[in-house]
């Protein structure tokens, strides 16, 4: 399909990225623990393969970041089959401080037995773009300046919803007596992401740039994704009322931009502004329950996916109230889609799938 092979490989690395490499290989080396973050959606597919060699030599702790957009139901089969791998892994929430307090007692441990020799630690901070990194950095330093002495002004990293926020290593005092540090670093992708599928998840989770992938593109294969999986009839507390499609008069109704779910630093959006929200969901899970339901052909036959998802595209152009005009609409469509998946809005999701017995990185 246009997303899949015909669409092409999907690399995204910038300049800053491999002096980043670099940098982060030889820092590696006086680290005392690494924290690699990854994204709980994409468990494997956010691991950033050429570090792999060099994390197995250190101790590690792998913290599967934004818990609440994964599906909880498949989430600890995930935790399970890391620890079966040996692997110390955690799901944490980077804004939520009790998970990522949970997260600090785990480094705690870790560092016990090097914790009474030596005078200042090192905790490194690694991953791919987007993954939350420097929000748990920031969570971190909130719960540290509580529990230990500052000294100084605390620094906070940079946050940011675009992947490749963060471009420089930096490091932050968290505690004394010891001395630890933690260093937070860019996010990081490898030079040629080989499988296209999994370069396909990393633009779906937002670990590459829209721009790069394209997203009309992304929309497509989340669709498909739906789709295969059946996601859509799925959605069992769609209501009588839901399944035949909300009607209501936008006339007078004030323009809500689906951008206001992405965190900012703004009031937050009233309860209008929710219920209008809701109401889109509603609008576009609506559209996709019908579509899928009437659908007459199998989702496995490419020709067939490929005519559901057109069929798909134009039920989300009136969900959204799109002009049928408009000469940009199947790309408004496909922000406006990808918004509502990011921000959770479509529901809990894990792309990847749990592998069956041999551990990979």
């Given at each position: 399909m246009g997303f899949n092979a015909g669409g092409g490989?999907?690399?995204?690395f910038p300049g800053h990225m491999a002096a980043a490499t670099r940098a982060i290989?030889?820092?590696?080396?006086?680290?005392?623990?690494?924290?690699?973050?990854?994204?709980?959606?994409?468990?494997l597919s956010s691991a950033n393969q050429d570090l792999q060699p060099h994390l197995s030599s250190k101790r590690r702790i792998l913290a599967l970041n934004k818990r609440d957009l994964a599906n909880p139901n498949i989430m600890h089969k995930w935790i399970h089959y890391f620890d079966s791998c040996k692997q110390d892994c955690i799901a944490i929430n980077a804004h939520s401080k009790s998970s990522v307090k949970k997260l600090l007692d785990l480094v705690e441990l870790k560092l016990r037995e090097v914790i009474s020799r030596e005078p200042t630690l090192l905790v490194m901070v690694v991953g791919?773009?987007?993954?939350?990194?420097?929000?748990?950095?920031?969570?971190?330093?909130?719960?540290?300046s509580s529990l230990f002495?500052?000294?100084?002004?605390?620094?906070?990293?940079t946050v940011g919803p675009l992947p490749g926020v963060t471009q420089d290593i930096a490091g932050y005092k968290i505690a004394h007596q010891p001395s630890i540090y933690v260093l937070d670093s860019p996010g990081v992708l490898v030079p040629n992401i080989p499988d296209i599928e999994t370069g396909l998840k990393l633009a779906l989770a937002g670990s590459v740039k829209d721009s790069v992938v394209g997203e009309e593109r992304i929309a497509q294969y989340l669709l498909a994704v739906l789709n295969t999986r059946g996601t859509p009839l799925h959605w069992t507390h769609l209501n009588n009322r839901r399944l035949e499609g909300i009607k209501f008069d936008s006339e007078g109704k004030r323009e809500y931009s689906l951008k206001d779910l992405r965190p900012k630093r703004r009031k937050p959006p009233n309860n209008s502004d929710v219920l209008y929200i809701e109401d889109i969901v509603t609008e576009v899970q609506c559209a996709l329950y019908l579509t899928l339901s009437q659908f007459t052909g199998?989702?496995?036959?490419?020709g067939d996916l490929?005519?559901?998802?057109?069929?798909?595209?134009?039920?989300?152009q009136k969900a959204f109230k799109i002009p049928h005009k408009a000469s940009e609409a199947r790309l408004m469509i496909s922000k406006?889609?990808?918004?509502?998946?990011?921000?959770?809005?479509?529901?809990?999701?894990?792309?990847?799938?749990?592998p069956d017995a041999n551990c990979v990185s």
């Open positions: 490989a999907i690399n995204w290989r030889e820092r590696l080396k006086l680290a005392d623990l690494v924290l690699e973050v990854r994204d709980a959606r994409i468990p791919v773009p987007n993954v939350g990194k420097s929000a748990l950095i920031n969570s971190i330093h909130q719960i540290a002495p500052m000294q100084g002004k605390m620094k906070r990293a199998n989702v496995e036959d490419e490929g005519g559901l998802i057109e069929q798909q595209f134009e039920a989300l406006k889609f990808l918004t509502l998946f990011r921000a959770g809005k479509l529901g809990p999701f894990i792309l990847d799938d749990v």
